[in-house]
């Protein structure tokens, strides 16, 4: 049960009554009392009346005798509430047998598409490429265990004209020397020979442009040679994702060329629909709102003066497929900030074409940047862009060594794993407990510390945890009773409680650093009850209330985490 939608609950009739209209009683936890509740100040200057007698009115009316030890009024007219300690450990208790842990299955599931990672065959993928990959999946598992159908696109960049001189690439190299080339991971190597080539060598620019229509052509010889170009790119892409922990497989990938056939009646249904105008050759839709700094319109160009598809065509293509075929009606696209004004553009033209209508609805969920310790974009000492397998093995690297020296007694194996997690972990809260819009410096030492709110703290949080079950030898009773009489046992309980709300939260807001910034307070939380309250040394029914705690916080904290994508290790 959400405590404070309880006490908005009870308020608002009595506000309501007070005023004749309804208001909004904004509850708020509050470092003066448990909540606290500071509309009878502003209600006060609508009715002309002070305010601690709008506020001591307002009590009067209020049904909170069951959920309240103590309601005043305080300072110029604030509420101040206090849970009752039997309410607050009946929601501890509730929460202790719920496998759910208070977060409910939504009561109306949605189809969801989430638009995320989307490298492009045959490079590299480098550190642009984690926000995307980490914000994206964190979505993923989210929505899913709220129940929604999530369906993952994996948006690949498999098509257009850099492939004629990819293939022509392949095609000299020979299929089993460039197989096993591509096969080793260094995709970039290969672009680059590719590149090279077309630049110096007009004969196979030649050769390149006629493969490019070979491959719009359908040509068999072209498509199997390019059908291996994906294949081996889309094998790297899934050692990668499988070092980072992420849930997209081979079953995600969905290229832009699974969208060619689509294009041209994109463009058709357009035209017949009347939203089509010619610009400078091209084929564009106005979509209303949409100007330049000086004020003219801009055109989302949907088909271009040489009759090539763009961006656009394939994104509309996507939207009509995703809300069609697969009755989606909440379309996510994680992808950067700067792509902000493009994606506002494709779905008013969507909106316009009657293939965007509610319920469906979509929505651009973008990012910042990951910066260096001088405040630029992030590159590598070459000034080129950073590896993401690079950036992962050294996050890896970094955490197991410090594994071994925090903990000599682990095990080779255990040491490895606990790095891997460790590492992998930093790398993914870090981006997601920044907010999102924002963005952030890549800093290893603060990323693996053990204090403040990074990963390392809440994963040690968790294994501290483990091991108090351990040095006990016992499991908690889930169904012992809960008694809260020390105040960091009442702080404890208060974060606990709060899980459901949060989750709820960023499940609409996709905000996950309010997600993060939960489970770093619930863990310091914690600290501060382990530190005060004895547990093991604690006798009888006091004894089996904290380990009820200690059980619930760390099924919280391992839930929580698991959401954001990060393992959490028995020990540490």
Same mark, same amino acid.
């Given at each position: ?40 100040l502003?209600?006060? =200057? ?27 009024v305080?300072?110029?007219?604030f ?12 929601l ?5 047998t ?67 001189? *990819? ?39 030649e ?27 889309? +094998? ?59 004020g ?24 009509? +497929? ?46 910042g ?8 974009? *992030? ?20 955490a197991?060594?410090?594994a =071994? ?43 693996l ?9 809440? +994963? ?29 046992? =009442?702080?404890?309980?208060f ?9 709820g ?8 650093h ?22 093991? =040394? ?35």
């Amino acid at each position: 049960m959400d405590l404070e939608k309880l006490l908005t609950d009870r308020l608002a009739p009595a506000f309501a009554t007070v005023a004749g209209v309804p208001v909004d009683p904004v509850v708020r936890r509050s470092p003066r009392a448990d909540f606290q509740s500071d509309a009878a100040l502003a209600l006060a =200057r609508r009715l002309g009346r002070p305010p601690r007698d709008v506020a001591a009115e307002v009590l009067e009316y209020a049904d909170l005798a069951d959920v309240c030890s103590v309601a005043e009024v305080s300072g110029p007219g604030f509420l101040n509430l206090t849970v009752a300690d039997a309410v607050l450990a009946g929601l501890v208790s509730a929460l202790a047998t719920d496998p759910r842990l208070g977060v409910p299955v939504a009561a109306e599931p949605e189809t969801v598409v989430i638009d995320y990672s989307a490298p492009n065959v045959a490079k590299e993928m480098h550190v642009g490429h984690l926000r995307s990959t980490v914000i994206g999946d964190a979505a993923a598992r989210l929505l899913e265990w709220l129940g929604h159908r999530v369906l993952r696109a994996n948006h690949l960049g498999d098509w257009g004209t850099p492939f004629g001189m *990819l293939i022509e690439h392949l095609a000299d190299l020979g299929e089993a020397e460039a197989a096993h080339e591509l096969s080793m991971g260094d995709l970039d190597s290969f672009y680059k020979a590719a590149r090279a080539k077309f630049d110096a060598d007009e004969a196979f620019a030649e050769r390149s442009r006629r493969r490019v229509v070979a491959l719009q052509g359908g040509d068999p010889v072209t498509l199997r040679l390019w059908r291996l170009l994906v294949e081996q790119s889309e +094998q790297y892409f899934l050692t990668v994702y499988d070092r980072l922990d992420v849930t997209l497989t081979e079953r995600d990938f969905h290229g832009e060329s699974s969208y060619n056939d689509l294009l041209a009646p994109v463009v058709e249904d357009l035209g017949r629909l009347g939203l089509l105008r010619e610009s400078e050759g091209a084929a564009c839709v106005f979509p209303p709102g949409s100007v330049g700094r000086g004020g003219e319109p801009l055109p989302l160009i949907v088909r271009k003066s040489d009759g090539g598809y763009g961006y656009a065509a394939t994104d509309l293509a996507a939207i009509r +497929q995703r809300t069609d075929a697969l009755g989606a009606t909440r379309l996510l696209y994680v992808v950067g900030l700067p792509q902000r004004r493009h994606f506002e553009m494709v779905y008013a033209v969507a909106a316009q074409a009657g293939w965007l209508s509610p319920p469906a609805r979509a929505e651009h969920v973008g990012f910042g940047s990951i910066l260096g310790s001088d405040g630029r974009m *992030l590159r590598s000492r070459a000034g080129g862009s950073v590896k993401l397998v690079g950036l992962l093995e050294e996050a890896i690297a970094r955490a197991t060594a410090l594994a =071994r020296d925090r903990n000599p007694e682990l095990g080779e194996a255990e040491a490895a794993e606990v790095g891997r997690a460790v590492g992998i972990g930093a790398i993914k809260y870090a981006d997601l407990s920044n907010d999102r819009h924002r963005d952030y410096v890549l800093d290893w030492e603060r990323m693996l510390s053990l204090d403040g709110n990074t990963a390392p703290y809440l +994963q040690y949080a968790y294994s501290r945890i483990q091991s108090i079950f351990r040095r006990a030898g016992v499991a908690a009773r889930p169904e012992a009773a809960v008694s809260l009489a020390e105040p960091a046992e =009442r702080a404890l309980a208060f974060e606990l409680v709060g899980f459901g709300r949060v989750v709820g939260e960023v499940a609409e807001n996709l905000e996950f650093h309010h997600l993060a910034g939960y489970l770093y307070r619930l863990a310091a939380a914690f600290s501060a009850f382990y530190e005060r309250c004895p547990v093991l =040394r604690a006798e009888g029914p006091v004894r089996d209330s904290r380990l009820v705690l200690c059980d619930l916080t760390a099924r919280v904290l391992r839930q929580g985490l698991h959401l954001l994508g990060i393992r959490t290790p028995e020990r540490m």
